[in-house]
């Protein structure tokens, strides 16, 4: 038995080598991808003055939504004192941290000048929505590097610092300000981030008072699915259970009436704005998208079936939700479903262009976009950074520090 386990941990050695081999090439290749489009501008990228978010805005909301366990757990069990869900709490700051970092390199890039990253800290224009996104979003990022340095300071790297290990506990003693803080930001932006689609009322099929409320929701049922989904892939790949049954079943259930209430609030935004009234403005767009993109497609099997009806129906049947095989595949379409709800948002709002938009005869489509191998460079990169680090962090630093038990 002791030869069938030390053959066992070589090969799982080795497997994570060659892993974090691959992973460290995409983000080379990432790296100079990036590098070339700062020298040479966004014109080598697809993105043009018509179409000026694509992939890489597409990344940044969805890695934002999908960080956004890291508030919905800190508050769970800090503010409400839900001590069950503490397996979960620093996991989900690890990878709210991830996501936002993430984030932050998807738009180093996007804006064209990331040197004058800080001029929305300067010059204010308090009657943008996106100017506070980006005031919360500095702040929350600001919030999950305090809640993440106590973690890495617990670390076997810092054994030797006593100083710092009494500042770590000091600052541990924060954290349910740090919890309460950080939710009230996180949910300022991420219902703004929705906001900003829907205040256009230029743009008929974004203009919905609803899209904040939807925003937030996907974001809540997306990133606590994100969190306990690779808390599972840990476990499983560790070979000892992280999270108990009861906590995994109960945080299912409630990701399933999460999700229940999204969609709920999505077919009926859809039924106001499309079954029910006629917009002009919105019917010429949703006409234009079923010719020229797969956007009926999109929204109704890949983010309405594969993305909500089946993870609800996975996480809400009780025989199913005991199963942990299913809520895996259930958890990973919810991840899949909030990445394609950002596409299918950012894209239909700019591929389709206002009636008073130069260039626009009748129903022809006069823009299209479709990322440049370049840009898929960079998303790769930046995904594998937050792969790698999370695998270096699982195996490195205190984020499990206890034993669920059976």
Not at 166 to 171: A, E, N, Q, T
Request: glycine content about 8%; some cysteine.
């Amino acid at each position: 038995m002791a030869d069938v386990s030390v053959g066992g941990r070589r090969r799982m050695s080795q497997a994570l080598l060659w892993w974090l081999l691959l992973l460290s090439a995409f983000f080379i290749a990432g790296l100079v991808a990036a590098v070339r489009v700062l020298i040479n501008g966004l014109q080598v990228t697809g993105l043009g003055d018509q179409v000026p978010w694509g992939l890489w805005i597409t990344h940044d909301l969805s890695a934002i939504a999908l960080g956004a366990g890291a508030f919905t757990f800190s508050a769970a069990v800090y503010l409400f004192r839900l001590e069950r869900l503490e397996p979960l709490a620093r996991p989900a700051v690890f990878v709210g941290f991830l996501g936002y970092t993430s984030a932050m390199l998807a738009l180093a890039l996007d804006i064209g000048r990331p040197d004058r990253f800080w001029h929305p800290l300067v010059y204010w224009n308090v009657h943008s929505v996106l100017w506070e996104i980006t005031w919360c979003v500095i702040l929350y990022s600001t919030v999950l590097v305090l809640e993440f340095v106590p973690v890495l300071i617990e670390s076997r790297w810092f054994d030797g610092w006593t100083r710092l290990r009494r500042l770590s506990h000091g600052m541990h003693k924060l954290t349910p300000f740090f919890a309460l803080f950080g939710m009230a930001l996180s949910l300022l932006h991420q219902s703004s981030l929705g906001a900003t689609y829907g205040v256009l009322s230029g743009r008929a099929i974004w203009f919905k008072p609803s899209m904040p409320i939807m925003f937030i929701l996907s974001a809540v049922a997306g990133g606590m699915s994100l969190t306990l989904l690779a808390t599972m892939i840990t476990g499983r790949l560790q070979g000892r259970r992280l999270v108990s049954l009861d906590v995994q079943r109960e945080i299912s259930r409630f990701i399933g009436y999460v999700l229940l209430a999204y969609l709920y609030i999505k077919l009926w935004d859809w039924a106001a704005t499309t079954y029910y009234s006629y917009n002009p403005g919105i019917a010429d767009a949703l006409a234009r998208l079923q010719v020229t993109t797969p956007y009926t497609l999109t929204f109704w099997w890949w983010e309405i079936v594969l993305g909500g009806v089946i993870p609800a129906a996975i996480m809400l049947y009780p025989p199913l939700r005991r199963d942990s095989q299913a809520v895996m595949i259930g958890l990973a379409l919810i991840v899949m479903a909030v990445v394609v709800n950002r596409w299918n948002v950012t894209l239909s709002g700019l591929v389709v262009p206002p009636e008073w938009s130069p260039g626009v005869l009748g129903s022809v489509v006069a823009v299209s976009y479709f990322p440049t191998g370049l840009e898929v460079l960079v998303s790769v990169g930046i995904l594998a950074y937050a792969l790698l680090g999370f695998t270096l962090g699982a195996r490195y630093l205190p984020i499990y520090k206890k034993r669920a038990s059976h």
